[in-house]
């Protein structure tokens, strides 16, 4: 007897491909890291309501107390601070809680992730980065001002994914990912059918897929995967469609760069 074939989303997941460690970060980085990396960061818990995560502790805010050997340790205070600026609910921008949930897969120094979170503030941005220096990077551009609405996964973004319950996310960006040219290397690439299914069980109906590349063979091979699959419809009317960058998608360093040739973007929607 024939084996029956397995679902894409049962199958098991590659492991993550690319760096984790950088340069020696400055000390002004590390400090950070140290510091505010702990009241961004996101503690995935399995199937919980993502919008939960953008509200505050139920006994209180995330405060800071020293050890005895100097270390900052997380506690809990039993009533939050009203100014504290990382309290969505009691933030200018929060009043309550956020309306949606976006997921940024491979935030790299965070551009675009920040820009989006200042200009959706009633939107939680879950950032995923596995590279150390990116997120470091990030921080340093919030250090001042951390927007109530973001939180950071420092680590593979299928945890977030695979944690999520159905229908839980607005919106899902992958810009500019390693596009891994060498044929060996496809497998590594992040968008595989696989990932498609276990997008499609996370994102609304209605909601919207957001990618873009510099690597046209990588554009072309998540174009092909993206009409092939059931659940996604490509947004598309015009060569404008994949050539011009919509007004509201901030532009990332990486992008300016062009490394690879000219940057195309491609926005597809969750089928109902």
């Known amino acids: 007897m024939t084996a ?20 020696k970060l400055s000390p002004h980085k590390e400090e950070l890291r140290r510091t505010l990396l702990p009241k961004l960061a996101l503690k995935v818990v399995p199937n919980a309501d993502p919008q939960g995560y953008f509200s505050p502790p139920p006994c209180g ?29 009691t933030s200018p921008q929060g009043g309550g809680k956020v309306e ?5 897969v491979g935030f790299g120094a965070g551009e675009h992730l920040l820009q989006q979170a200042r200009n959706n503030p009633r939107v939680g941005l879950i950032g995923a980065e596995p590279y150390e220096a990116g997120v470091a990077k990030l921080l340093t551009h919030m250090a001042h001002d951390p927007p109530p609405n973001v939180r950071l996964y420092e680590g593979d973004a299928r945890d977030i994914i695979e944690a999520l319950p159905d229908a839980s996310l607005g919106r899902v960006f992958l810009l500019f990912p390693d596009p891994w040219p060498k044929t060996r290397h496809h497998r590594r690439r992040f968008v ?17 897929f957001r990618f873009a590349s510099d690597d046209a063979p990588y554009f072309e091979w998540t174009l092909e995967r993206i009409s092939a699959h059931p659940d996604f419809e ?13 007004a509201d ?15 195309a973007y491609l926005r597809a929607i969750r089928k109902a």
């Open 61 to 89: 805010e995330v405060g800071e107390r020293s050890d005895p050997g100097g270390g900052p340790l997380l506690a809990l205070r039993t009533a939050p601070h009203p100014k504290n600026p990382l309290d969505f609910s």
């Open 234 to 246: 490509w947004q598309v009317s015009s060569s404008a469609d994949w050539l011009t960058r919509p």
């Open 249 to 263: 998608w901030p532009q990332t360093r990486y992008e300016a760069k062009e490394l690879h040739g000219k940057p």
């Open 4 to 23: 029956k074939p397995e679902p894409h989303s049962q199958r098991l997941r590659p492991r993550l491909h690319g760096r984790r460690k950088g340069p």
């Open 100 to 104: 949606d949930v976006w997921l940024e």
């Open 192 to 208: 595989q059918m696989d990932l498609l299914d276990r997008l499609a069980r996370v994102m609304n109906p209605g909601a919207e």
